[in-house]
C-alpha cells in the first residue's frame, strides 16, 4: 500500500455504460472527485468500474483463479520452463516471475480496496435528492460486501495458518480513502473487520431485489433497471451470507459457518437450483461446463476466452512463441486421473476436460472457460462469467460443520456421482476429494489446504510424491513495495 499511497491514489474506472449490455464499456480512468457523486448514474458508474478492475488478469481474471493460486493448489505440471515453476515449487523468494505476480495482485487488491473506500465515503454522503435510500443502501451493501471478499483473499494468501497462529500480524485493513499508511494488524484483528464489514452488507442489503424476485435475467427492452438485474453477477445478499460462512469456517466457528451456509442451502433450489445433467451431456454443443445456476457470485469477465488461451489452450504448446508455451497450464494425466477416482461420467471431468485432438497430445486440458461460439446453447447466457462462489461450496462447508454426509451425497448425485459415500467414510478426507474435483479454475483448493494446515498435499509435478507443506509455503511474503517502508 505504501506505493499505491505514494502515487496515484484512489483510482477507478469509470465506465460508460451501453445502452443494452451489462459491462459493454470502454474505461476510462481518471481520479475520483466530488463531481462523481453527484448524479445517481456517475456513482453506478463509478461501482461498475471497481468490478470492472477486480477481474484484472492479476486478480480474479487470472491469478487469484486460474492460475497462480491454483498452481500453489498442485493442480498444475509445471516443469522448469514453464511460467509458473517457481510457483510450483514455492519459490517465492527466488522467483522473479512470482515476485512480480505477488507484487502485482497485492497492489491491484488495494488500489482497489483504496477505490472501494472512496466509493463508500461518497455514495454514503449523497443526498436523498441524489439517490434513493433503497438504491444507496443496496450500492454501499455490495460495497462493504467487495471490501470483504478482496481483503479475505489477502488475509488467505498472505496471513498466517490461521487455525494454529491468529496472532500474527497479517496485512493493512484500510476503511478510509488513502490518507496515511495503515498498519499490519492481527490475524484476529483482521477477521473481526471482516465479520463487521459483511454484518453491515447484510443489513444493507436486507432489501436486495434477489431475495424476492431472485436472479432476473437482464431485459432488452427496458434496460432502465437492468442495474439491479443479474444479481449473482453482483455482491448480492446471499453472496454476503455465502461469504460469512466461508470467513467463519476459516476462522473455526463451524456454529455460525453452518447458519450461515443453511441460510442460502434453504432458499437455493428456488434461486440457485443445481445445473440439470443434460446441460452437460456429452455431444452437446459448447455444454455448461461452469454449472452456471448454480453461481452465487461472479464476475462479468469480458477477457474469458482470452484467459482460456492463454492458459489453457493445448495449441500453445505448438507454437514457436515461447512466452506462449510457458504459459500453458496442465495436469499430469495420473494427477486427474486420481483427483477424479476414474469417474469417467463424473459431469465435472467430462465436460471441462479432453484431449485437444488438432494438437495433436495425448493428455487432456482444462476446457472450463473455453469460448463458447452458438447462441442457442446451455452456456450462452453465461459466456463471461467469473464464478467466485458456488452453491456446492455451501454443502460442503455445512458437511464438514455437521458431519452430515448427506450434504456430500446431493452435490456428488448432481455431479454424476449416484453411489453414496460409505457410512464408514471418513468424511473430511471425502470432502477433501470434492474440493479438489469441484474448484479447478476457481482459486479455493490452496485456501482449503491452509484452512487445514495439511502437512502433506499431492505434487503437481510427479504423480507418485507429495510435498511436504508448513507455513514457508502456504504464507506468501508482503511484496518489497509493501515493506521498505515500515
Known amino acids: ?184 494488524i492481527p490475524a484476529r484483528q483482521f477477521m473481526d473487520s471482516l465479520v463487521n464489514d459483511l454484518g453491515m452488507a447484510a443489513s444493507l442489503l436486507a432489501k436486495d431485489p434477489i431475495i424476492q424476485y431472485g436472479i432476473q435475467p437482464f431485459d432488452n427492452t427496458d434496460v432502465s433497471g437492468n442495474f439491479f438485474r443479474a444479481r449473482n453477477r453482483r455482491m448480492n445478499y446471499y453472496a454476503v451470507k455465502s461469504l460469512l460462512a466461508r470467513v467463519y469456517l476459516y476462522r473455526g466457528d463451524k456454529a455460525n459457518a453452518l447458519k450461515n451456509a443453511l441460510d442460502v442451502i434453504t432458499i437455493s433450489g428456488s434461486i440457485f437450483p443445481w445445473t440439470p445433467e443434460s446441460d452437460s451431456r456429452p455431444g452437446i454443443k459448447d455444454p455448461n461446463r461452469i454449472f452456471s445456476s448454480e453461481i452465487i457470485f461472479g464476475l462479468e469477465n469480458t477477457r474469458r476466452d482470452a484467459m482460456h488461451q492463454k492458459y489453457f489452450a493445448a495449441s500453445n504448446l505448438q507454437t514457436s512463441n515461447t512466452v506462449a508455451k510457458a504459459t500453458l497450464l496442465a495436469p499430469l494425466s495420473a494427477n486427474l486421473a486420481a483427483i477424479f477416482e476414474n469417474q469417467d461420467n463424473d459431469y465435472r471431468l467430462r465436460s471441462s476436460w479432453t484431449i485437444d485432438q488438432k494438437a495433436n497430445y495425448n493428455f487432456k486440458t482444462f476446457i472450463k472457460f473455453a469460448p463458447v461460439t452458438t447462441t442457442t446453447s446451455p452456456s450462452s447466457s453465461s459466456k463471461t462469467i467469473q464464478p467466485l462462489i458456488r452453491l456446492s461450496e455451501l454443502y460442503y462447508i455445512a458437511a464438514e460443520c455437521s458431519g452430515d454426509r448427506s450434504y456430500l451425497n446431493t452435490v456428488r448425485a448432481n455431479r454424476g456421482l449416484i453411489i453414496p459415500i460409505d457410512a464408514g467414510a471418513n468424511i473430511s478426507d471425502e470432502i477433501t476429494k470434492e474440493y479438489r474435483k469441484e474448484f479447478f479454475g476457481e482459486g479455493q483448493l490452496f485456501f482449503y489446504y491452509k484452512r487445514k494446515n495439511f502437512a502433506t498435499i499431492l505434487s503437481g509435478s510427479s504423480g507418485s510424491s507429495s510435498i511436504t507443506m508448513d507455513k514457508s509455503k502456504y504464507v506468501l511474503p508482503l511484496p518489497l513495495s509493501e515493506t521498505q517502508y515500515r
Open 1 to 184: 500500500m505504501n506505493k499505491i499511497i505514494k502515487g496515484l491514489l484512489a483510482i477507478v474506472s469509470i465506465s460508460l455504460l451501453a445502452c443494452n449490455k451489462y459491462l459493454d464499456v470502454q474505461p476510462n480512468d481518471r481520479l475520483i472527485d466530488i463531481q462523481v457523486f453527484t448524479s445517481k448514474s456517475s456513482i453506478e458508474k463509478a461501482l461498475n468500474g471497481i468490478y470492472i478492475n477486480l477481474v484484472s488478469d492479476n486478480l480474479y481474471g487470472g491469478s487469484l483463479t486460474v492460475s497462480t493460486v491454483d498452481v500453489l493448489a498442485q493442480y498444475y505440471n509445471t516443469p522448469g520452463l514453464n511460467r509458473f515453476a517457481s510457483s510450483g515449487n514455492y519459490q517465492f523468494l527466488d522467483g522473479s516471475f512470482l515476485q512480480s505476480d505477488i507484487s502485482a495482485i497485492w497492489g491491484n487488491a488495494y488500489t482497489n480496496i483504496l477505490n472501494i473506500n472512496e466509493f463508500i465515503k461518497g455514495t454514503g454522503g449523497a443526498t436523498e435528492n441524489i439517490i434513493s435510500p433503497d438504491e444507496k443502501a443496496l450500492l454501499l451493501g455490495e460495497a462493504y460486501g467487495l471490501r470483504a471478499f478482496v481483503l479475505f483473499d489477502m488475509l488467505r494468501l498472505f496471513g498466517p495458518v490461521y487455525a494454529v497462529d491468529s496472532s500474527s500480524e497479517t496485512a493493512p485493513y484500510p476503511t478510509q480513502p488513502a490518507t496515511r499508511l495503515s498498519p499490519l
